[in-house]
């Protein structure tokens, strides 16, 4: 049975300023972005079609400002929404904490939308180009939760090799180190599979059913091992809040990568 380590939340200090994990995690996340999207406009099927390195930048802003406002909202609405109607300018006050990934995503197909109209896209071929740039963000993420200790599972077999003691939980029992099973499965292994899926052309809008189909199954798993939020518990047939968020997803990633497979290739 381990401990967790108890990592300084601090990574650096700079004089008065402090350098927190999650924030190296976040800067982590925008940087692969970059990388993985500038590899993604030079495949042939996006270069013929006048995507540049400033697009991918420009997604990256959108995407920043869909992830923040979307992911702050949907915390808000989807987790807390008596406690904000009682205490409205807290929904400003991001630093106390509070995200959620289902408002961010919701956020950030809104700012693709955006995008697209703008520069005169297609949404889905906008969503598909960005897909497999997202999980390695979703991994840097569930990285920095477990460093700082937060979001734990539930309890586990004592007898389990990876069993792990979260004393910020406030009990000595081991629980499953959680965060660690998203890392894997919505980070490295959803990662994984859509980057193999891309490597040749796909029609439009499959890469993006797959994301939502592949984040969504991932998810619903690895609540099983997540502690739920104590002003939530578990809600209808013993799911998590997480799992019924996860259900829309995979329905609507099926019904797009099966309305994208009947069509005709563009």
């Given at each position: 049975?381990?401990?967790?380590?108890?990592f300084?939340?601090?990574?650096l200090?700079l004089g008065?300023?402090?350098?927190?994990?999650y924030?190296?995690m976040y800067?982590?996340?925008?940087?692969?972005?970059l990388?993985?999207?500038?590899?993604?406009?030079q495949?042939p099927?996006y270069?013929?079609a006048?995507w540049s390195?400033?697009?991918?930048?420009?997604l990256?802003?959108?995407?920043?400002?869909?992830?923040?406002?979307?992911?702050?909202?949907?915390?808000?609405?989807f987790?807390?929404p008596?406690?904000?109607i009682d205490?409205?300018?807290?929904v400003?006050a991001v630093w106390?904490?509070?995200?959620?990934?289902?408002?961010?995503?919701?956020?950030?197909?809104?700012?693709?939308?955006?995008?697209?109209?703008?520069r005169g896209r297609?949404f889905f071929?906008?969503?598909?180009?960005i897909?497999?740039c997202?999980p390695?963000?979703?991994?840097?993420?569930?990285?920095?939760?477990?460093?700082?200790g937060?979001?734990?599972?539930?309890?586990?077999?004592p007898?389990?090799?990876?069993?792990?003691?979260?004393?910020?939980?406030?009990s000595p029992?081991?629980r499953h180190?959680?965060?660690?099973y998203?890392?894997l499965?919505?980070?490295?292994?959803?990662?994984?599979l859509?980057?193999?899926?891309?490597?040749?052309?796909?029609l439009?809008g499959?890469?993006?059913?797959?994301?939502?189909?592949?984040?969504?199954a991932?998810?619903f798993?690895t609540?099983?091992?997540?502690?739920p939020?104590?002003?939530?518990g578990?809600?209808?047939l013993?799911l998590?809040?997480?799992?019924?968020l996860?259900?829309p997803?995979?329905?609507?990633g099926l019904?797009i990568?099966?309305?994208?497979?009947?069509?005709?290739?563009?």
């Open positions: 049975m381990w401990v967790h380590p108890q300084d939340p601090i990574a200090r008065p300023v402090a350098i927190h994990w924030g190296l800067l982590a996340a925008f940087g692969m972005f990388y993985l999207a500038g590899r993604r406009v495949q099927q270069a013929q006048g390195r400033r697009d991918v930048d420009d990256l802003f959108f995407g920043v400002l869909g992830v923040v406002l979307g992911g702050r909202l949907g915390y808000v609405l987790y807390k008596d406690y904000y205490h409205l300018l807290e400003f106390k904490g509070g995200m959620a990934f289902h408002g961010g995503l919701l956020g950030v197909i809104v700012a693709m939308a955006l995008f697209a109209k703008l297609r071929e906008v969503t598909d180009l897909a497999p997202v390695t963000g979703l991994a840097a993420g569930r990285l920095g939760n477990f460093i700082n937060e979001l734990w599972g539930r309890f586990a077999d007898s389990l090799p990876w069993a792990m003691v979260f004393p910020q939980s406030g029992e081991p180190p959680s965060q660690l998203q890392f499965g919505e980070g490295l292994f959803l990662f994984t859509l980057w193999l899926y891309t490597r040749r052309p796909r439009t499959q890469v993006s059913g797959l994301f939502l189909i592949g984040y969504g991932q998810r798993v609540e099983f091992f997540r502690q939020d104590d002003f939530l578990l809600r209808a013993q998590s809040q997480g799992q019924w996860s259900l997803m995979i329905v609507a019904a990568w099966l309305w994208a497979s009947r069509r005709p290739a563009a």
